[in-house]
């Protein structure tokens, strides 16, 4: 009888667990565009990227995944006057690579908050990249196969920190 009731209890917590879990294992890509802030904001100006995310629900809400892309941030052309002369100086695009870890939390259905932490590669010369991490906001759209994005893209170098902020738009696949 003992062994009864245990057995009953397993089969009924497990099914009350499965009612819990939403399968939102998904593949979204898409593009992002935003400015640089921050130590750069001088040097840089615009941002276009391209991100790729592949997400696993792990509970109703939750979901962890992986996440990569590209970002190019647009190099100005600055000029100092000065005693009759000028210097101009143009700077080259900043590009990054960014691998990381992504969590993603759904405090409602549609609406979702959390982040990327990892590593972005520096991807033009002289850029070594660094620790690479970003906050984000997303709202679903069309049903949850397209979503819209608010986020602060962050990558903190050995003397600097790159940022910007960024508005993007993702598709489901």
């Known amino acids: ?22 399968d939102r294992t998904n ?9 640089v802030v921050g130590d750069f904001s001088e040097a840089y100006s615009f941002v276009l990227g391209l991100d790729i995310y592949h997400h696993w629900g792990v509970s109703k809400e939750i979901d962890l995944g992986v996440a990569t892309g590209f970002s190019n941030a647009f190099g100005e052309t600055q000029e100092i006057s000065g005693s009759g002369l000028t210097i101009e100086n143009k700077f080259d695009n900043a590009q990054f690579l960014p691998v990381a870890g992504s969590v993603r939390i759904y405090p409602t259905s549609g609406f979702k908050f959390g982040g990327d932490v990892g590593y972005a590669l520096g991807v ?15 709202i679903d759209m069309n049903g949850g196969t397209k979503e ?13 920190t790159y940022s910007s902020v960024l508005a993007g738009f993702l598709i489901l696949f």
Do not use: E, H
């Open 124 to 138: 033009n010369k002289g850029n070594d990249g660094g620790f690479y991490y970003r906050p984000s906001i997303g």
């Open 148 to 160: 819209f994005n608010i986020s602060y893209f962050a990558v903190n170098g050995d003397t600097a």
């Open 1 to 22: 009888m003992r062994a009864f009731v245990i057995f009953i209890f397993i089969v009924s917590t497990s099914l009350s667990l499965k009612g819990q879990y939403v």
């Open 27 to 35: 593949f979204r890509a898409g593009i992002n565009g935003g400015l």
